[in-house]
C-alpha cells in the first residue's frame, strides 16, 4: 500500500527539507535591522536628551524637588511657628539664604534656613485642624463619617483657594514662576492659627472669636512680608508699580478673614 502511493507520486516535487538560504534577503534585513537599530535609536535618543532638557529646563521652574521641603528639625519647627503665628516679633530678613550649586541658583534647606517653605508643618497643621474639627463635631452632636469628610473636603477647598490666591496675586504683580510647592507651602501655613482658633473654640466661643481676628491678621501679615520677598526677588520693576502692588497685597491680607472664618466654622 505505502509502496503504491509513493510510486504514484513519483513524478510530483517534493519540497526541500533545508531551503537555501537567501543572500539578497538577508543582506536587505540586516541593513534594515541596522537602520532601525542606529538611525531610529538615535533619533529616540535625541527625543529623550531633548524632552529631558526641557523638563528640567522648563517644568523645574514651577516645581521643585519634594525632599527639599521636609528637611526640618525641631528647632526649624518651633522658630517658624514663631515666625508664622508672631511675624512682627521676627527682626531678622525675610530673604531666603541661596546655595549655587551646579552654576544654578538654589536655596538652602528648610533645616538651614528658617525663611525657606516647608511642608512638614503645613501637612501636620492641616491633620491638626481636621482632626480638631471631628472632636467639635462630636461635642456638637453632628459628628459622622459623613460630616468628617465633609470637613476634611472643605479645609482642602480651603487650601486650594488660598494657593489660587496667591498664584493670581503673583501673576498680577508679574511674577509667575515661583515653584507651586512653594506657594502650597506658604498657604497651608494658615491652618497653623487656624487649628489653635478651633482649639480654643472647643472650650470658649468667646476666645474663638478673639484669637481668629488675631491669627488672620498674623497670617495676612506673613504673607505679606513672604509675597513681597519674592516680589523685590524676581521683579525688577516694583517700584514702577509700588502702589499696584500694595493695594494687591492689602487685598490677599484681607482675604484672610474670610477664609479663616469659613473654615473656622466647623460642622456649617
Given at each position: 500500500?505505502?509502496?503504491?502511493?509513493?510510486?504514484?507520486?513519483?513524478?510530483?516535487?517534493?519540497?526541500?527539507?533545508?531551503?537555501?538560504?537567501?543572500?539578497?534577503?538577508?543582506?536587505?534585513?540586516?541593513?534594515?535591522?541596522?537602520?532601525?537599530?542606529?538611525?531610529?535609536?538615535?533619533?529616540?535618543?535625541?527625543?529623550?536628551?531633548?524632552?529631558?532638557?526641557?523638563?528640567?529646563?522648563?517644568?523645574?521652574?514651577?516645581?521643585?524637588?519634594?525632599?527639599?521641603?521636609?528637611?526640618?528639625?525641631?528647632?526649624?519647627?518651633?522658630?517658624?511657628?514663631?515666625?508664622?503665628?508672631?511675624?512682627?516679633?521676627?527682626?531678622?530678613?525675610?530673604?531666603?539664604?541661596?546655595?549655587?550649586?551646579?552654576?544654578?541658583?538654589?536655596?538652602?534647606?528648610?533645616i538651614y534656613d528658617?525663611?525657606?517653605?516647608?511642608?512638614?508643618?503645613?501637612?501636620?497643621?492641616?491633620?491638626t485642624y481636621v482632626?480638631?474639627?471631628?472632636?467639635?463635631?462630636?461635642?456638637?452632636?453632628?459628628?459622622?463619617?459623613?460630616?468628617?469628610?465633609?470637613q476634611f473636603t472643605?479645609?482642602?477647598?480651603?487650601?486650594?483657594?488660598?494657593?489660587?490666591?496667591?498664584?493670581?496675586?503673583?501673576?498680577?504683580?508679574?511674577?509667575?514662576?515661583?515653584?507651586?510647592?512653594?506657594?502650597?507651602?506658604?498657604?497651608?501655613?494658615?491652618?497653623?492659627?487656624?487649628?489653635?482658633?478651633?482649639?480654643?473654640?472647643?472650650?470658649?466661643?468667646?476666645?474663638?472669636?478673639?484669637?481668629?481676628?488675631?491669627?488672620?491678621?498674623?497670617?495676612?501679615?506673613?504673607?505679606?512680608?513672604?509675597?513681597?520677598?519674592?516680589?523685590?526677588?524676581?521683579?525688577?520693576?516694583?517700584?514702577?508699580?509700588?502702589?499696584?502692588?500694595?493695594?494687591?497685597?492689602?487685598?490677599?491680607?484681607?482675604?484672610?478673614?474670610?477664609?479663616?472664618?469659613?473654615?473656622?466654622?466647623?460642622?456649617?
Amino acid at each position: 500500500m505505502y509502496d503504491n502511493l509513493g510510486a504514484s507520486q513519483v513524478g510530483m516535487q517534493r519540497p526541500p527539507l533545508n531551503p537555501q538560504p537567501n543572500p539578497f534577503g538577508n543582506a536587505f534585513y540586516g541593513a534594515g535591522s541596522g537602520l532601525i537599530r542606529g538611525g531610529l535609536g538615535a533619533y529616540g535618543e535625541r527625543i529623550l536628551g531633548s524632552g529631558s532638557d526641557y523638563v528640567e529646563s522648563n517644568i523645574s521652574k514651577y516645581f521643585s524637588d519634594p525632599q527639599y521641603y521636609f528637611q526640618v528639625n525641631d528647632q526649624y519647627v518651633r522658630n517658624k511657628l514663631k515666625v508664622i503665628l508672631f511675624p512682627f516679633l521676627h527682626r531678622g530678613h525675610w530673604t531666603r539664604i541661596t546655595d549655587p550649586v551646579g552654576g544654578r541658583l538654589s536655596y538652602k534647606p528648610p533645616i538651614y534656613d528658617i525663611n525657606a517653605p516647608d511642608l512638614y508643618i503645613p501637612f501636620m497643621s492641616f491633620g491638626t485642624y481636621v482632626v480638631l474639627a471631628g472632636f467639635s463635631l462630636g461635642l456638637l452632636g453632628k459628628f459622622s463619617p459623613e460630616t468628617l469628610s465633609l470637613q476634611f473636603t472643605k479645609g482642602l477647598l480651603g487650601w486650594f483657594l488660598q494657593v489660587a490666591l496667591l498664584k493670581v496675586l503673583l501673576y498680577s504683580l508679574g511674577s509667575g514662576e515661583a515653584p507651586l510647592l512653594d506657594i502650597v507651602a506658604y498657604a497651608g501655613y494658615a491652618f497653623t492659627g487656624m487649628s489653635l482658633a478651633v482649639l480654643a473654640g472647643i472650650f470658649s466661643s468667646i476666645t474663638y472669636y478673639i484669637l481668629m481676628p488675631w491669627f488672620c491678621i498674623c497670617m495676612g501679615i506673613f504673607l505679606v512680608k513672604t509675597m513681597k520677598r519674592v516680589l523685590f526677588a524676581e521683579v525688577r520693576s516694583y517700584e514702577k508699580h509700588s502702589s499696584r502692588h500694595h493695594y494687591l497685597l492689602l487685598f490677599m491680607a484681607v482675604a484672610q478673614f474670610p477664609l479663616f472664618f469659613w473654615l473656622g466654622n466647623v460642622g456649617s
